[in-house]
């Protein structure tokens, strides 16, 4: 089938390319010049594992293409999916203008039926607004066309996307008639394989749904920072807790992590849009309110313990930091916890030394040059000269700590772990000060501690 796209940034590209590689004959539309002719050379301007080779493959292929002419895109697809950006406007809400723009391109250009599929995160009623804007440009020249407009959510983690389009655990459908869905229907039949993933409604509840997907999954985490803060407070481990409660199936496992703060480029921005559709109805989402409070609050978490430490002694110090990206495997660092610390930090007149596999580049571009961060090619480059450690991201070459060198390369052995990623008894028996989310600081223990706790074992043979 023929298929256009609209917006060839994360969610529309992986969309375009993934359509394509099961056969059909994708073109994507960007309005950015320099990132069309990068694409047509097969070169991604993402970080996404496993996309570059996918974009070369269906190139090469000749069932993906890329322009930036709006009139061919919209002459070539039966389906023309809106992947384009909806960025928070000042009061927190989704900016429409790209979405309505690419409306009227459609309602300008159409010669033939067109099923115009909305892939964006949009408020609920945004649909209708897409029908009414092609209506009234159909009108400005006086043609009468058949069309549809359905919303089909996107449920893409970064970092997994191709996997996750792939392989859906579920396909949303949001339409006005059955017609529109059976042919949605067949298009997604390549990812709908083993069992029925397509779950077929009218178009509000598709668009809420996607909003409430992202705000459950921010409510479980900020419940389990809330959580986790508690249990500093009272002595308790949050990472028992965890697997306390996670043994229910009705809680799971998945998304109970305790950390410095969820970021990224979906959950900061669709809880505030969702708080703002709720303020548009005249709804109080208190629940959300706190969900997004609870947030900001904890990606204050490592700043607050680096200054408790430090006695408030800041200025002049120097911090390694490991990890800028809001999460591993990718280089996005929107809204990321990382950027939070380094910022209070530089407030504080601290250096930063950050360390990321892959986000160098993107803090490079964000922060520019600047006097008190310094980007290193190593985690072991970081530690050099600096008071202490900082981890906001858990990237897998963190996760075996080099007790030793972090001991002898820092100025004071202290860790500040915003991941949870290591055992705070075995850190403090290394001679590490070791402060993390949700867990008691355990006393640094030397040798001689330890070995008169062995001996305090129990001799079990006398029981
Ligand atoms: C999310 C949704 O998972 C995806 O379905 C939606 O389409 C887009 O938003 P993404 O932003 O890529 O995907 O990242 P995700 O893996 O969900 O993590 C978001 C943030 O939550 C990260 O900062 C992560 O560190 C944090 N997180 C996640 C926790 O703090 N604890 C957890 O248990 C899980």
Known sequence: MKVTVFGSGYVGLVTGTCLAEVGNEVLCIDIDEQKIAMLKQGEVPIHEPGLDALVQKNIAGKRLGFSTDIAQG??????????????????????????????????KNMKDYRIVVNKSTVPVGTADKVKDTIYETLGERGVNLEFDVVSNPEFLKEGAAIEDFMKPDRIIVGADNPRTTELLRILYAP???????????????????????NAMLATKISFMNEMANLAEKLGADIEQVRLGIGADPRIGYHFIYPGCGYGGSCFPKDVKALERIAWEVDYNADLLNAVERVNNQQKQTLFNKIQGHFKGQLAGRTIALWGLAFKPNTDDMREAPSRTLMEALWKSGVRVQAYDPIASKEAQRIYGSRQDLTLC?????????????????????????????????????????????????LVASQGIVYYSIGRPTVAVRTPADLSADHSRLPDISSL
């Open 74 to 107: 919209i002459a070539h697809g039966l389906f023309q999916f809106i992947a384009v950006g909806t960025p928070p406007d000042e009061d927190g809400s989704a900016d429409l203008q790209y979405v309505l723009a690419v409306a009227r391109s459609i309602g």
């Open 191 to 213: 990812f709908n394989r083993s069992h029925d993933r397509l779950v077929a409604m009218d178009i509000r509840s598709a668009e809420l749904t996607k909003y409430a997907a």
């Open 377 to 425: 090619e190593t985690p072991e480059a970081a530690l050099e000269g600096a008071d202490a450690l900082a981890i906001t991201t858990e990237w897998n070459v963190f996760r075996s700590l080099d007790f030793e060198g972090v001991k002898t390369t820092l100025k004071t052995p202290v860790v500040f772990d915003g991941r949870n990623l290591y055992d705070p008894g």
